[in-house]
């Protein structure tokens, strides 16, 4: 019953929710650092600019702090430039660990506003669509040119930390959506920033939070998301 009257309530759609909607819309385009990450900011100051490496760095001080909430650049200070150091080639050596077994399937995206057929992007297991598009190493040109294009829609404000929904994305198929569960699980932050998205669904999440696993981009069917109509249309 707690779990209806929540997605009640989510998916409740009045007039104070769409005035909130659009109160948050108008500041966010009136300051630009209001969702910006100084801990990825501050890695990309030290040389660490693979969004790859950002995250393991800051899922593995995560783990050491025995905590789930965003890591800040006041917590990579406290590490010290060396210990960060450290930290990059461990987590360099498991991707490339993770590379020699990796493989690639196809993924459908729908773009909004458009009669042409779903892009094909080839992507790795392992990888999100955040990571994707934000990715210095991808493994050919059609790759890099598929995350220019997905970088046109999903703006990804806060760089991944889940501090906004501009990377906000539908699947079509639940079953999809279901084993981007089984991947990685709703959490409450996640669902906070998508109460405030336009266009939410029962399968909706955040980009940053669907991490395609082997078994994902191995089904018979392949994995579709659906772009919402709303996203970004600062650029349109």
Known sequence: NNKNNNNNNRYASTNNDNNKKNDIKNDNKNDNDITKDDANEYL?????????????????????????????????????????KALSLSVALELEKEAKDAIEGTVLVHLPRTTQPPMEIQIRNGQSIY?????????????????????????????????????????????????????CPLT???????DLAYDVTETSRLGCRVFFSKDMLLQDHKIEIIIPNHVNTNIW
């Open 44 to 84: 990309s100051q030290l040389g660490y600019n693979d969004a790859m490496i950002q995250r393991g760095i800051k899922e593995a001080l995560r783990s050491i702090h025995g905590s789930t909430k965003n890591i800040t650049r006041a917590h990579l200070e406290s590490f010290g430039i060396n210990g960060i």
């Open 131 to 183: 990571t994707f598009i934000t990715s210095n190493s991808h493994r050919n040109q059609e790759a890099s040119a598929a995350a220019f294009v997905l970088k046109e829609y999903l703006d990804c404000s806060c760089q991944g930390t889940m501090a906004c929904s501009t990377c906000h994305v539908i699947f079509p198929h639940k079953t999809h959506y279901q084993a981007s569960l089984e991947r």
């Open 188 to 194: 409450e932050e996640e669902e906070d920033m998508l």
